[in-house]
């Protein structure tokens, strides 16, 4: 099989054995593969992948020491958040594969399995069926890849309907972009069909979450329940069965999903954050150190790591007393915000731990200005839950004698009509803010206000009065800058298009554009634990 680009592939390999490092390295040179990088240890290849783009990786499926980041961790870490690109080959190497491995490597998107030992031509002949496979479905990709979601779907539909070469990964990709679409029941059946053509974990996830895109909680639990009494540690299904959790507001419960989802898969760096996220504002704030000590030393220098996670290590330290440790993370966030001094957010992190250190250090004047001058940024576009969470977090630990109980509840307004649109968000704030007042109530406050808003202006529509109520929410969005108000204003223009007729259509359709472009969509993320590069379960499909 002839592949004229091969000696322009880069090549990683990723063995903790040398002498088995070196040979490798020597038959894929011998192979005909130009450049081949090589290392021992999973921690290097995951920040060398996060840094530089290969077109092969060759990896050792055991890992080399006891709760060391899994190869198959690496690989599904990778692809969820968007580190490696679809084109690049991801063979595993190990001594024999069990039925269970061939599983996983099909839930991960990998390339295939060489069991040693092989040969060089079997491993140059296995590249190459790989490199095949990306060139064959590089239509769909490439569609995928440009934002083309409709065309890809096409795409892979008609590959999958023809029983053309990989026509079942095509499924699962159609599968993917439709809940994309916010086309939950497409979805379903397509991955109950690819359920029925091979049994499979991704799939019934699948299966579950576009019950849940579609509002079918009971039978998106169902699903959940049904798969983890068959596969108990079934990862994706314990992360999804959290997030149910977090939005009945069943809090202890999200953080027993998250906790077995992390355990299950120890090393995998964004769970371990997610399990410390929780468990520090359900107020377990060991158990939080722990998830997230062991996240800052699986890979504290690597994309993957989250600079909040050392916020909320920063919070222990400051609470516990540990000036120390509370030290040792502001320092280390200041790093990281001199090293990307564009970053507003790694600035705002950064001087919020800072804040926390001086108040611990009797500095609570200091420590109180802070607080104020990272709140007065609290009406900017920018703005976002995650930096409202940081605000208040901090605001609450500051001397409240140096506090001004008006500048206070002024903040605690403002985040509330920005950001009080679910329970689930409002109940976050109120741990955030350790039930103090002014902010417990006015955030009870802010949601019902806002729920009055947007019952408000449903009703007004459906009285013949749309084209006000829509007005009306876009000037509140604009006011408060508060996002859920524009998807409900974008929600009526679709509804009663035919009464505001094209024109007016139009002029709001675009005014909800400017204020989505401003302040994003109403789906917020809870700082620490809803990733927006991350679905749970999902086949990562692009870089």
Not at 140 to 145: K, N, P, Q
Not at 200 to 225: F, H, N, Y
Not at 335 to 352: C, D, G, K, V
Not at 353 to 372: P, Q
Request: neutral net charge; aromatic residues 6%; charged residues 25%.
């Amino acid at each position: 099989m002839m592949d004229s680009d091969l000696h322009l592939a880069r090549t990683l390999v990723i063995e903790p054995n040398a002498m088995l490092r070196s040979v490798t390295a020597s038959q894929l040179r011998s192979g005909g593969v130009g450049d081949v990088v090589t290392c021992g240890k999973m921690q290097q290849a995951r920040e060398l992948l996060e840094r530089h783009t290969f077109d092969i990786v060759i990896c050792n499926l055991e890992p080399s020491a006891s709760g060391e980041l899994s190869a198959h961790d690496l690989l599904n870490e990778l692809r969820r958040v968007q580190l490696l690109p679809f084109s690049t080959v991801f063979l595993m190497v190990t001594s024999q594969v069990t039925y269970a491995q061939a599983m996983e490597a099909a839930e991960t998107a990998l390339d295939g399995f060489l069991v040693r030992p092989f040969t060089s031509a079997v491993l140059i002949d296995r590249v190459l069926e790989a490199r095949r496979r990306k060139r064959e479905l590089a239509s769909v990709m490439t569609a995928l890849e440009s934002g083309k979601l409709e065309v890809a779907v096409q795409r892979a539909i008609e590959r999958f309907q023809e029983r053309q070469p990989y026509w079942f990964f095509c499924g699962r990709v159609a599968a993917e972009v439709m809940l994309r679409l916010q086309r939950p029941q497409d979805a379903l059946l397509l991955f109950e069909r690819l359920h029925e053509a091979q049994p499979s974990t991704w799939a019934r996830v699948g299966m579950a979450r576009c019950e849940w895109a579609a509002g079918q909680l009971g039978k998106a639990q169902k699903v959940i329940d049904a798969l983890l009494l068959d596969e108990p540690q079934c990862a994706d299904a314990l992360d999804l069965q959290g997030r149910m959790m977090l939005d009945r507001l069943d809090f202890a419960s999200a953080l027993e999903s998250y906790r077995a989802a992390s355990l299950a898969t120890p090393g995998c760096l964004l769970r371990a954050q997610h399990a410390g996220a929780l468990a520090f504002y359900l107020g377990e704030s060991d158990e939080a150190g722990q998830f997230l000590e062991r996240a800052r030393s699986m890979g504290a220098g690597t994309r993957l790591f989250d600079a909040l996670s050392l916020f909320l290590l920063a919070l222990i330290h400051h609470d516990s007393k540990d000036l120390g440790s509370l030290d040792g993370c502001v320092k280390e966030l200041v790093y990281f915000s001199t090293r990307f001094p564009e970053s507003p957010r790694l600035a705002r992190i950064a001087s919020a731990a800072r804040a926390l250190w001086l108040s611990r250090t009797d500095k609570d004047a200091e420590a109180a200005a802070a607080a104020h001058q990272l709140a007065r940024a609290s009406e900017a576009d920018g703005f976002d839950l995650e930096a409202a969470q940081v605000v208040v977090s901090l605001w609450v630990r500051v001397s409240q004698a140096n506090a001004d109980a008006c500048a206070a509840s002024a903040f605690a307004k403002t985040v509330a009509l920005r950001f009080c649109s679910s329970r689930t968000v409002t109940e976050f704030l109120v741990i955030a803010s350790l039930k103090q007042t002014p902010f417990i109530e006015t955030f009870r406050q802010g949601l019902v206000e806002i729920n009055a808003t947007v019952e408000q202006a449903v009703q007004s529509a459906s009285r013949g009065a749309a084209a006000k109520a829509i007005v009306d929410l876009l000037a509140k969005s604009e006011q408060y800058r508060n996002s859920r108000f524009v998807d409900i204003a974008s929600m009526l223009i679709k509804r009663y298009s035919p009464e505001l007729g094209p024109t007016t259509s139009g002029a709001l359709a675009k005014k909800v554009s400017e204020l989505l472009r401003r302040f994003g969509s109403g789906e917020a993320q809870i700082a620490g634990l809803q990733r927006a590069t991350r679905s749970l379960g999902a086949l990562a499909l692009t870089a």
